[in-house]
């Protein structure tokens, strides 16, 4: 009887344990998930090497070797000069100047409304005077917004969902520009 308690509770506990690794299995390879696919130039090089990462769930990102369909992925160049900056309560907040035409990279007029929602997103929710910033449209919205810190190049890659109206930060590159996104 004795045996037999400690053979049931031995098998509870490996069942435990091994329960445990597969929540820590899947709960570490689901945030290792590639969510899109970036190109970046180096900003203070003169050569602009482009080089491709994978951005991944957990925010990190990691050097990529393949290559994506950088072909079809919309890119719009927007001048910080739409915005200014004010403070309250010791944070820095952005307020909306002016609507302008938005242009493609070819530079074909985008009559696309989403993009102003996420203009108007970025505006509430970054708090930082914008040095850059670049609107893209692949599988999703993305916004590449760089921020004036004197000298670092700091800037942050979001998500934008149209329904939800949720801008997301993505990840943070230092000293990198990002020129094309892949789905």
């Not at 709960?27 to 090089?45: A, D, P």
């Not at 985008?110 to 708090?127: C, E, F, L």
């Not at 930060?169 to 230092?174: A, I, P, Q, T, V």
Request: glycine share 4%; hydrophobic share 35%; charged share 20%.
């Amino acid at each position: 009887m004795h045996k037999k308690r400690l053979v049931i509770s031995s098998i509870f506990v490996l069942l435990i344990i091994a329960g445990i690794g597969i929540i820590f299995f899947s709960k570490n390879y689901g945030q290792s998930n590639t969510v899109v696919r970036v190109q970046t130039v180096n900003i203070n090089s003169k050569a602009k090497k482009i080089a491709n990462y994978d951005v991944l769930a957990n925010g990190k990102t990691r050097e990529s070797h393949s290559t994506g369909d950088f072909s079809t992925a919309e890119r719009i160049k927007v001048s910080p000069n739409i915005f200014d900056t004010y403070t309250k309560k010791n944070q820095t907040h952005l307020r909306l100047l002016k609507e302008v035409p938005l242009y493609n990279q070819k530079k074909h007029k985008v009559d696309d409304a989403n993009y102003w929602k996420m203009i108007n997103s970025i505006t509430k929710n970054v708090h930082a005077d914008i040095y850059k910033l670049t609107l893209f449209k692949a599988h999703s919205y993305y916004a590449y917004v760089q921020i004036n810190q004197w000298i670092l190049d700091a800037g942050t890659l979001y998500e934008y969902n149209p329904k939800s109206n949720i801008l997301r930060k993505l990840c943070d590159f230092d000293g990198k520009e990002v020129i094309n996104i892949s789905h």
